[in-house]
């Protein structure tokens, strides 16, 4: 992934992807219609024309000379890698803005301070909102920390960043490389897996998680739910738990929580994220909000626009 510029105005059109490591660019599809993104996402504000969407159509060649690469990137309007996967491991590093992560019935909303890793040759999509600027790195198969076949949260601090920076000088020695490249490595640890959820895709708890991702200021209640798929509390409480991990009122606030995580890195107004999600007051929303996160709404988005 990286900084993308529109060549065209046309419905589909060509986008050069350009690695500001080292200046690599190279075609790739973007479809600027919603409806036409894969899969389901949380809310992005008000439809737009000037999302791009950006189909991959190919794995990534790896530097055969590199244990680690990629680069700084920007977003100057909202942006959304469909599905794709990579030779190498993935790191994202949200320096500032919101950036968020998809993979299978999973997806973690990324902000400063928290990045994802992501094995190689693992499927997922990525979306990040407009302003935000993030580090995209790659690391070779077989080095480095092995967290596991699927993605793990890790912590993202301000040393991780401006090492990797400091890594991307080409002119440096081996020996000089191989030294910061075991700090780096060693700075790379799971980190906190708030923000992170399922969405199961299928069955009847999929019915509910797709009509509450379109609408998360739904009001009706778990037993309205019930009532309306034609089964019980008990057993929809039962599905929930084994589909999600958590209960249907965890679900529902975690869901709610990353839908205004999403529009205030956008820099939507408080008291609109409360009435957009279904609260109905600001206080209810602020004070459900601290609690989920430990920080209030105004503390969050200072940090994510940082």
């Not at 159509?57 to 469909?82: I, K, M, N």
């Not at 950036?99 to 990324?110: H, I």
């Not at 708890?205 to 089964?231: C, K, M, Q, T, Y």
């Not at 009435?275 to 909000?289: H, K, L, N, R």
């Amino acid at each position: 992934m990286g900084s993308t510029s529109c060549r065209t105005c046309s419905a589909w059109a060509a986008v050069t992807v350009t690695w500001t490591d080292d200046g690599r660019s190279r075609d790739v599809d973007v479809r600027r219609t919603k409806s036409e993104v894969d899969g389901d996402w949380l809310r992005w504000g008000v439809p737009s024309s000037d999302e791009l969407v950006v189909s991959e159509h190919e794995l990534d060649d790896e530097p055969e000379d590199l244990v680690l690469w990629g680069g700084a990137s920007s977003a100057d309007q909202p942006v959304t890698w469909e599905t794709h996967a990579h030779r190498s491991n993935e790191i994202l590093f949200p320096r500032s803005g919101i950036v968020v992560v998809r993979s299978g019935a999973q997806m973690w909303t990324l902000l400063p301070g928290r990045g994802l890793w992501i094995p190689a040759l693992h499927r997922h999509s990525v979306r990040v909102a407009a302003g935000a600027q993030f580090l995209t790195v790659y690391c070779a198969v077989g080095q480095g920390p092995s967290l596991g076949d699927h993605p793990v949260a890790v912590h993202g601090t301000p040393l991780l960043y401006e090492l990797f920076l400091h890594l991307s000088a080409r002119e440096m020695s081996d020996d000089a490389r191989r030294r910061a490249e075991r700090v780096f490595f060693d700075l790379v640890v799971p980190g906190d897996e708030r923000g992170a959820m399922k969405i199961p895709d299928s069955g009847p708890v999929g019915r509910i998680a797709r009509d509450l991702l379109s609408h998360p200021e739904d009001p009706r209640s778990f037993g309205d739910w019930a009532n309306e798929i034609g089964v019980s509390t008990s057993t929809l409480a039962r599905r929930f738990k084994v589909d999600t991990g958590v209960s249907f009122g965890q679900w529902r606030v975690l869901l709610r929580m990353n839908v205004a995580m999403s529009l205030l890195g956008q820099g939507v107004a408080v008291a609109d994220v409360a009435e957009q999600i279904g609260y109905s007051t600001p206080s209810s929303f602020v004070a459900a909000f601290k609690q989920s996160t430990g920080v209030t709404p105004m503390a969050f988005r200072k940090n994510a626009d940082r």
